[in-house]
């Protein structure tokens, strides 16, 4: 993975850089020292290492925007870092960037059960959200697997999804306000506790933006009362086609459940000698479909997935009987990553999403692809919404099967684009989908994503190195040549 | 003297812009028109008119997906949906007859454009939330996308967010992918009777807060309107668990059958409350829903003929104000107060629209902000030129 070059005067400069830093962040809030940064110099893209410039960690928004500020001016580079989790290298840090870790802004600082919103700082977890609330039956509603590490700030920037999205929607359907800096050091309030934009909706714009946009100091999300209910079906087939049918089927029929997961043959042979949750291990396709909501709907929606899960096939049909029962059908998935973690040395978790309709045909392309480079992948997705995380096992100590791993990543993510999906639905581009991007966008598609970036950060600071694979300065795509061959198209009808 | 170009695919409407572009001439972008009456007039004489560019491209109701062209009109999308039980769940309001023209007008991607919701806003988002991906043409004449037709997707920017709600302003789109989702099977209403303001707004913001899934929260004067929707058994339990939950309001309850709600909703939706006096000013406040009435009661104390409703469990009011040639806009965003929340003029004559900021005024780094933005799209302010102030 290559990254810019370093600026070889920004690195001449560190130790004025630390400096005006510590003018900044009094005490301890700068670490300049090798041991000190260690903890900081990979995210959850564990396989790509490298220590920052130097590392701040603000407490005060006015800190913040005092380092933005400084770094506008001195065109230093800025990495944003909330818990770094990021499975696609987006808080990674780079050679000549200062990494900005938001985890001393880890407060609650309202709770407002009768506007069902909470407004808190960045660092707080995703699960630390819920936990604040959950006394009094509520709760934050997207529960990517990272959440007792993950950050709120950090979900803001990669728009995180969970196993509940295909009915309770990703960040950007749950966030209600955000207070950024800009990289000028400017401090703006998009929404609060009241719906929708009054002008462009540059909230929308912000999650997802992979933290190349501005810094999150602040964020009020939504809150949801829980289901009154949860229920889980775990449903077994005799082929993978079988599971996939089932899930369109399902939706057809107007269901939306909770959650609708699908493990292959592999997986759920990991998950199961790993947990022990009791799955068919004759299942080529395992579900676990989870219907939450009142008593009686569960109960009348479980049957007819049951039912309809019978009329495709499906040799084993259970339903959870309690709660004891549904946490026990999802251990085994929860525990999928490191269960196949212990059958290999290393894996790499891709994240492509695709239609539905399309899930048997990419699986089988994914085998003949995975016996071509010679690597096993292992199949946990959440078929409700198309959403693939195969799992790649290799040996990273050996040179050539990362290699032959990144080059089968590349395969599978391109093979998403081709049936009409996309290179990433929830872990973010990052440093790991950099380079794929042309796979899905034009140059010009590309170039409209760089002008907005342009409008956030005229000099490229903010997260550099990420999302995009050759950066184009602003001046450059600001140009506009207009030809003057005033053609009038005499073939469009005009009146 | 207007003119108007109309392009019949997206070749054509990348030529047309690239026209435009190279006259220097601006745009005033439209599919049916039907919501010309809202936002800043234009001084533009030439028309884009979208709806040679229209049609369902792709419908795959099992994958929650119709991918259309810009122009193809809302009734048409509707219509197909329903063949197969599914719908637009942010409800999109008609707001013809608010705006003083025929109902059934206008198109998915003027909805879109609008960033339209109606009383499920609170529990299924607006357009925005909907809008998955779409193909257009930007202000440099570029043909370009975002987004695309999966329901998830972080790939890049998400350039579809600040397209909903940007009036036409950023770029003219000829395709776009939304989500949809299953029709409930039934609808049921629980109609609390009598109560003020205040009270009202406790009462849903109680029933927003309980595990019965409501969907719709609206308080007109005398009737405070909680939705439930779903299948039988469970809109049948909810109901009975929401009457308990509101005895304790001590309000007379009455309950309203599928047709009826459907009937009440959709009232509700089109703000068809405020219609009958077309002179009158109207605004659409957004703020957090328990400061709706002090916000109300603010503006009432000042025009005590104003007409008012309440949607979104109070986050929404919908105000007529008897007519006057500043729409008492100070008066009107005055009133929101520390709370936060923005007013937004929907209906007005021309000369007051001229003149009275129709969007809500924003900071200065957000104004300079959100110009930069439109620059990156519009370097030329190609596209509706002034049409959001």
Redesign the interface.
Known sequence: MEMPPLDSAILARRSEIVAALRAIVPGEGVIDDLDGMRPFECDALSAYRQMPLVVVLPETVAQVAAILRYCQDNKVKVVPRGGGTSLSGGSMPVGDAILLAMGKFNRVLEI?????CARVQPGVTNLGVTKAVEHE??YYAPDPSSQIACSIGGNVA??S?GVH??KY??T??NLLGIEMV?MNG???R?G??????????????M???EGLLGVVTEVTVRLL????TARAVLLGFPTEAGAADCV??V??S???PGGMEMMDKDATKCAEAYVGAGYPLDAEGLLIVELD?????VD??VERVAEIARGRGATTVRVSHDEQERVLFWAGRKAAFPAVGQISPDYMCLDG?????KLVEVLAEMRVLSKQYGLRVVNVF?AG???LHPLILFDANDPDELKRCEELGADILRLCVRV??????????GIE?RDL?GV???E??????M??????DPDHLLNPGK?FPKLRRCAEL?R?V????????P????? | MT??????DAK?LR??VE?A???GVPLDVRGEGSKLALGKPMQCGQVLDLS?ISGIVDY??????VTLRAGTPMREVEALLAQR?QMLAFEPPDLGPLLGREPGQGTLVGAVMG?L?GSR??SA??A??HLLGFSGV?G?G?????G???????????????L???WGT?AVLDEVSVKV???P?QTATLMLMGLDDAAAV?AM?AA??????VSGAAHLPGRTALRLE??A??V???LK?LRELMVDVGAKMEELGTLESRAFWREVRDVVPLNAAPDENVWKI?????EGPAILARIKAQRPAAQAFYD?SG??IWLALPPSADADHGLVRGALGA????A?LIRAAETVRATVPV??P??A??VA??A??????D??GLFNPGR?G
């Not at chain 2, 927003?208 to 899934?213: L, N």
Request: proline fraction near 7%; charged fraction near 20%; glycine fraction near 12%.
């Open positions: 407002d059960y009768a506007n069902r039956g509520f990669e728009n999804g999205c295909l929607g990703l950007t359907n800009l400017e401090v703006v998009l609060g506790k009241h719906l929708d934009s009054e002008g462009y909706d540059l909230l929308g714009l999650t997802g933006s009362r829980k289901p009154s369109a089927a939706i057809a107007g269901i939306i909501g009142p008593p009686v709907e009348h929606l999403s695709v239609p539905r309709g959440h919404d198309g959403n009409g999906g996309v290179l990433t639905g929830e872990h973010g581009v989908k991007m899905q966008f034009t010009i598609d590309l170039d409209q994503q002008r907005v970036k342009c409008a956030f999302v600001g506009l207009v030809t003057q061959n005033n053609i009038p198209f073939d469009i009808p005009r009146f | 003119s108007t170009i109309k392009p019949r054509e030529q047309a026209w572009l190279n006259e040679g795959a109701p099992e994958e929650l997906v039980n960033n919701a806003r609170l988002g607006a925005r939330d930007n440099r570029e043909a370009f996308k975002s695309g037709r999966v329901m998830k997707n972080v790939t890049g920017y998400d350039l579809s967010k600040v909903a709600g940007s950023l989702l299953p029709a099977d406790r913001c927003m807060g309980s595990p019965h899934e779903g299948v058994p469970s049948e339990a909810r668990g957004s703020c957090p829903p328990t979104w986050g929404l709370a936060g929340g923005h937004t969007f809500q924003q900071s780094a957000l902000l959100a930069r933005v439109k620059e990156s799209f370097p030329k959001m």
